[in-house]
């Protein structure tokens, strides 16, 4: 996590556009003194990344030792500040932490957190992912119906990734995000900057837009920029979920290190 974010933050909260500012984390930085300088930057919501409650799986996913304690103290940092909402991202493995999906949504019930449950996907080159490797949505769903009565709720905007299910006793909800099993590249919203100002138009693209050679032409005007944006956004063409089974060789993506989720 760069030292200045809430710097950043806030200057990005002084900008009269942008209506909202989440951030998603390993949670490893925030601290409660952290949270609380976050939040008074102008963060909104937070996003954080646990795939266990098991310290010996969860260690082994992250490869750098990171306990499950450190990450839950973030999250119970967070919920203290009052950033709302805190989200919990759990990427599903097969043979791996599948067996933690259960502990994970009964830890997290009745605490105001949203657990969303990832199907594995095969962003980047280096995770080494195969397809048998997936626990796609419906598997999901139907481990989590065995305990809890849920029931689907409508999406909130026109985009939104994660299919969200309440708990019938008021337990709060969880969603589930289905990439790979149910793709939704004809509605995705989404666009990401890499560090050295590169827009991807899909988290699983190849090759980013220079935008900060744009925004550093003198000889462009702020029409001109908006115009070029315009353009790219609505003849973007990426289709790489719905097109992967169908693909016959591995093809080159951007590391989601590089990028964000």
């Not at 760069?2 to 909260?13: C, M, P």
């Not at 990344?49 to 839950?72: E, M, Q, T, W």
């Amino acid at each position: 996590m760069r030292q200045d974010l809430d710097v950043l933050i806030g200057q990005l909260s002084a900008v009269e556009a942008i209506r909202d500012i989440a951030m998603t984390t390993n949670g490893y930085f925030i601290t409660p003194r952290k949270a609380q300088a976050l939040k008074d930057a102008g963060l909104k919501r937070i996003t954080v990344s646990l795939d266990a409650l098991s310290d010996d799986i969860f260690k082994a996913l992250n490869d750098v030792g990171v306990s499950v304690s450190r990450v839950l103290s973030a999250i119970d940092a967070a919920l203290t500040v009052g950033l709302k909402p805190v989200k919990v991202n759990m990427v599903v493995k097969r043979g791996v932490n599948d067996g933690q999906i259960i502990p994970m949504a009964r830890h997290f019930r009745h605490t105001g957190v949203s657990v969303r449950f990832i199907e594995y996907m095969d962003v980047g080159n280096t995770n080494g992912w195969r397809l048998d490797d997936v626990v796609p949505a419906s598997e999901i769903l139907s481990t989590l119906r065995e305990e809890w009565d849920l029931q689907p709720t409508a999406p909130t905007h026109l985009g939104e990734v994660a299919k969200r299910f309440y708990y019938r006793d008021g337990g709060g909800e969880i969603g589930i995000i289905a990439s790979v099993s149910q793709p939704f590249c004809q509605h995705c919203s989404r666009i990401r900057l890499s560090p050295e100002g590169r827009l991807y138009t899909c988290l699983f693209g190849s090759e980013g837009f220079d935008l900060r050679s744009l925004l550093r032409n003198e000889n462009m005007n702020d029409k001109e920029i908006a115009e070029a944006l315009t353009a790219l956004w609505s003849g973007r063409a990426d289709q790489y979920s719905l097109l992967r089974t169908q693909m016959t060789s591995p093809s080159s993506k951007v590391e989601m290190s590089h990028i964000g989720g």
